[in-house]
């Protein structure tokens, strides 16, 4: 069993998660200028400005401060919902061509500037740079896709079938847009929003996660060089959500919520949109089955959980939660992850060739170390890793746990976290069975080298998206998105911008 070895850099490190110093001490110079380079104010009708207060930016891998920026009020966040509001009927005007090209400068300069966006997400969220500069691509690649989408919108013209009459189909704008955003993938899950919503001419507030706001930060300053007209899109950072956001969702003048987190938020903001019958789209949390049948193909199967895996050091909702392997490859299996998830050096993201880097915070060290108590307490064997480091940096190594049983916590919520965890299964049944015990249902993986299997397995399966042979579902062009508790509606593919769209009838009397 290898053991990964941290490869942080001790002396950027003497400060133990949670301590915030002096901004940018523990910087070489292209970091220190990578953070430098980013406005830290509100961006609110095409304008940056301060607030009352600033909250410090963590680096995960150190727990020292990276910098300061705006921690919004209540009134704040009212401001750019005034100024979303004032944007929103020229926005929407605005021909679609124009605003395709708008999102196509947009997407150039994110491609330009990737290198310095990989760095600002390694240095505030933790992965490594490698993953950070997949996510810029990935991120850029929703503004191409809605701006090719925006120029596309169609509508409906029949008679009606009494006859007399003629109904005509169009689709309009939803109006000013409230976006919230997590802190796992800071750029993409932004982009994912703001491209239909100024695709299909809404204006927009955007929040993102506390723990990430560089990224979005940097967003803005990129939409603003590519010609944004004010108001368009307004970014508020805060420590304090609810009572920001609050406000905001009561307010008339917003039309549309999208939303990107945990289950528990996103019910508490259904909830609240339920006040003003508000329009919303929910991509919540998951509870992914990776299904490995005894035909399957091992080394691409191996491949696949890799990827759904260790993305994101585990911290993806589309992670492999619970990884159900058939009886007889089940062994070999879990001896072949063990050898390849124990391989992965583990450091600062910034560091050349790390692949595990930090988890977000220390509670989320807490929650993995816990979670995996819990499956031990209940039968399951750690073959490799299963011990939180010490600080600095809230490093958990890769980790393969064996036996895990169905009553184990992990395989009742989101692990988020390197920890993979393999259980057996007899057959078929039973495999689709175990996989939809579960109120999430966004996305499962099948490994299997047989078509009719494959093909009966995905359709049984009770979620959004399947990955079958393949162990990342991801893709700009792709429908996203869950059923039961994993949330409402779909980002990216043809419909992604039909959430940013009102469908209008205006019957017409010949
Ligand atoms: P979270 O705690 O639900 O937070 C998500 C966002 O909601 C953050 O911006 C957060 O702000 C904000 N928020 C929290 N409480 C709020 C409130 N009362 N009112 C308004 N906004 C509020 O989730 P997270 O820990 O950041 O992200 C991880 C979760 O997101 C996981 O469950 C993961 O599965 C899910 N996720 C889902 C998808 C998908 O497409 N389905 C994609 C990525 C992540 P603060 O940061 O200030 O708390």
Not at 32 to 51: H, K, N, Y
Not at 119 to 129: N, R
Not at 485 to 509: A, N, W
Request: aromatic share 6%.
């Amino acid at each position: 069993m290898v053991v990964p070895h941290p490869t942080t850099n001790r002396a950027r490190s003497s400060v133990r998660s949670g301590a915030v110093t002096t901004t940018g001490t523990s910087l070489d110079s292209t970091e220190q200028a990578a953070i430098d380079s980013v406005p830290t104010g509100l961006f609110i009708g095409g304008a940056w400005r301060e607030g009352t207060a600033r909250m410090p930016v963590l680096d995960p891998a150190t727990g020292q401060s990276l910098c300061e920026v705006t921690d919004a009020a209540p009134e704040d966040g009212l401001a750019a919902l005034s100024a979303a509001a004032e944007a929103q009927a020229a926005w929407a005007r605005t021909p679609a061509r124009e605003r395709s090209d708008l999102l196509m400068r947009a997407h150039r300069m994110l491609l330009d500037e990737t290198e310095r966006l990989a760095l600002i997400m390694t240095l505030e969220m933790g992965k490594p740079l490698a993953e950070a500069r997949g996510e810029i691509a990935y991120a850029a690649e929703f503004f191409r896709w809605f701006a090719e989408e925006a120029v596309r919108l169609d509508g409906g013209y029949m008679p009606a079938p009494g006859g007399g009459s003629r109904f005509l189909v169009t689709r309009q704008p939803v109006g000013p847009s409230l976006l919230i955003t997590p802190w796992n993938f800071p750029m993409a899950m932004g982009t994912r929003k703001i491209g239909p919503a100024l695709a299909a001419g809404c204006t927009c507030v955007i929040k993102p996660a506390e723990q990430t706001p560089l990224s979005m930060l940097a967003l803005a300053d990129i939409l603003n060089r590519a010609g944004l007209p004010a108001g368009v899109v307004n970014v508020v950072t805060t420590t304090d959500p609810g009572a920001l956001m609050t406000p905001m969702i009561l307010d008339p003048r917003s039309r549309k919520l999208s939303f990107t987190g945990s289950t528990a938020v996103g019910k508490v903001l259904l909830e609240q949109c339920a006040r003003t019958v508000m329009r919303t789209s929910m991509e919540l949390g998951g509870n992914a089955p990776f299904l490995v049948f005894e035909d399957a193909d091992l080394d691409e199967a191996i491949e696949g959980v890799m990827a759904a895996k260790m993305r994101n050091i585990g911290q993806a909702c589309t992670a492999a939660n619970r990884i159900l392997v058939q009886r007889s490859v089940a062994e070999e299996f879990a001896r072949r992850l063990s050898e390849r998830m124990g391989a992965l050096p583990m450091g600062r993201g910034t560091e050349p060739g790390v692949v595990v880097g930090p988890l977000i915070d220390a509670d989320a060290v807490a929650k993995v170390t816990e979670l995996v108590s819990d499956a031990q307490r209940r039968g399951s064997r750690v073959v490799l890793g299963g011990t939180a480091f010490e600080g600095p940096g809230n490093f958990y190594p890769a980790t393969v746990l064996v036996d895990v049983p169905a009553d184990a916590e992990m395989c009742h919520t989101e692990i988020f976290g390197p920890v993979a965890a393999l259980s057996v299964f007899d057959t078929e049944d039973e495999a689709i069975d175990r996989a939809n015990d579960t109120p999430y249902g966004l996305v499962s993986y099948v490994y299997t080298e047989n078509l009719r299997r494959g093909l009966r397995v995905c359709e049984a399966l009770d979620t959004g998206m399947v990955g079958l042979n393949q162990g990342v579902v991801s893709n700009p062009a792709a429908p996203f998105g869950g059923v039961k508790e994993s949330g409402l509606g779909r980002e990216g593919g043809f419909t992604g911008i039909d959430e940013f769209l009102e469908t209008k009838y205006i019957g017409i009397k010949l």
